[in-house]
Nanobody, 117 residues
């Protein structure tokens, strides 16, 4: 069982930056692939970024490639999403995701990111 708690959301102007963090409970954090998803009002939840259990592989949606960076610290049980050059279309609730090796998915409660002038 893994519990995930996101933080770092807020209101930012277009072109600005935010850093989201996700703190995970559990002693097996380092065995989980981690990711970030987002859901805008009236839209389905979509993939944003993911990182392998070791941190050696990262994956990004085309819409955020070159602007967002995912990272993890297995010693601290945290995963982060650095978001630069934010656009109004990045406005959404951002969710942290943990995927166990056997396929079970865990979700955080979400954190709101609003990009607006």
């Amino acid at each position: 069982q893994v519990q995930l708690v996101e933080s770092g959301g807020g209101l930012v102007q277009p072109g600005g930056s935010l850093r989201l963090s996700c703190a995970a409970s559990g002693r097996t954090f380092s065995s989980y692939a981690m990711g970030w998803f987002r859901q805008a009002p009236g839209k389905e939840r979509e993939f944003v970024a993911a990182i392998s259990w070791s941190g050696g592989s990262t994956y990004y949606a085309d819409s955020v490639k070159g602007r967002f960076t995912i990272s993890r610290d297995n010693a601290k049980n945290t995963v982060s999403l650095q978001m630069n050059s934010l656009k109004p279309e990045d406005t959404a609730v951002y969710y942290c995701n943990a995927q166990a090796p056997w396929g079970t998915n865990y979700w955080g409660q979400g954190t709101q990111v609003t990009v607006s002038s």
